[in-house]
């Protein structure tokens, strides 16, 4: 299984001097398995990039968006397999109580917020919504949650031959703690994640940025790496980086946080066009 970083950022795109290690694109990765079978986690700007490195005889692909805020659909139109004839385009994403998938990503593709509509586009689109179910897409074994994130929101745990890929971009489970973590199985998101090969999960917020914002959906970076560890993960990718920090400040939040919790596993920051070999 082969994963990239397409787009790391959250809330709002980026991009500028100050960002081009780190990256200015929001959320996108994707994941290659070992039978060539493509995965696609969220459609932040950074997804735009994927569909130019995507070879132009690509036939299907599936997408999988966590949730429908705008940093993770805003690329959506700008993928370029949505505008070519016969190429099979799966969009999965949580269930609602209000309006269906299909119709909210329509509300999105329409005047007068684009001026493309679902139906003008040229591939075979097809919707399917998830809440909390395991199924097979290809070569791999996709399981969804709801996680505690405003509206809903689902995280993904991916399994093929043998490792999981755990992805909880956008999560805040610490909400209502004093004390943070608590045992696993009141955790949200611990089933997703417990023992993955790699977690990708949100960490947009320092310790004191944090303390003026529960609530928001989002993971301190310190409470992300306790969350990892709880789920005794053995990688542990930071992710969904606030807008405002630069690669600088992610430099030193994220050094400072691992000197004052020294997590037996290794943690890697996510930087756009960083890729992982899972075996």
């Known amino acids: 299984m082969k994963v990239r970083l397409w787009g790391t950022r959250g ?21 290659t398995g070992s039978e060539g079978g493509l995965l696609v986690l969220d459609a932040g700007t950074g997804i735009r990039l994927l569909g130019q490195y995507l070879a132009p005889d690509l036939t299907c692909v599936n997408i ?47 005047p007068p917020l684009f001026p493309v509509r679902v139906r003008d586009l040229l591939s075979e689109l097809y919707f399917h919504e998830l809440a909390t179910r395991s199924i097979e897409i290809g070569e791999f074994l996709v399981s969804a949650q709801m996680i505690l994130h405003p509206n809903p929101t ?76 709880l789920a005794g993960v053995r990688q542990f990718v930071p992710f969904h980086h606030d807008p405002s920090h630069s690669d600088d400040q992610l430099d030193r939040f994220i050094a400072e946080s691992l000197a004052e919790l020294q997590p037996p596993f290794e943690v890697t920051p996510g930087m756009e066009g960083m890729t992982f070999q899972l075996d």
Not at 11 to 31: K, Q
Not at 79 to 98: Q, Y
Not at 208 to 217: D, H, K, N, S, V
Request: hydrophobic share 35%.
């Open 11 to 31: 809330s709002l795109a980026s991009p500028g001097p100050d960002t081009v290690r780190y990256g200015g694109n929001t959320s996108c990765v994707s994941v």
């Open 64 to 110: 999988l968006l966590t949730h429908l805020h705008m940093d993770h659909v805003q690329g959506l139109p700008f993928f370029m397999p949505l505008r070519r004839p016969g190429v099979e385009v799966h969009i999965w994403g949580p269930a609602s109580t209000t309006l269906n998938l299909e119709a909210r990503i329509k509300r999105y593709l329409s």
């Open 154 to 229: 689902v995280g993904y745990r991916i399994q093929e031959r043998g490792v999981a890929l755990t992805y909880l971009p956008d999560h805040e489970p610490a909400l209502g703690c004093q004390t943070f973590p608590h045992r696993g199985e009141w955790t949200s998101g611990y089933a997703l994640a417990e023992g993955a090969d790699l977690l990708i999960h949100d960490s947009q917020f320092t310790t004191m940025e944090y303390q003026a914002r529960p609530g928001f959906g989002h993971s301190s970076i310190p409470d992300a790496i306790r969350f990892a560890g």
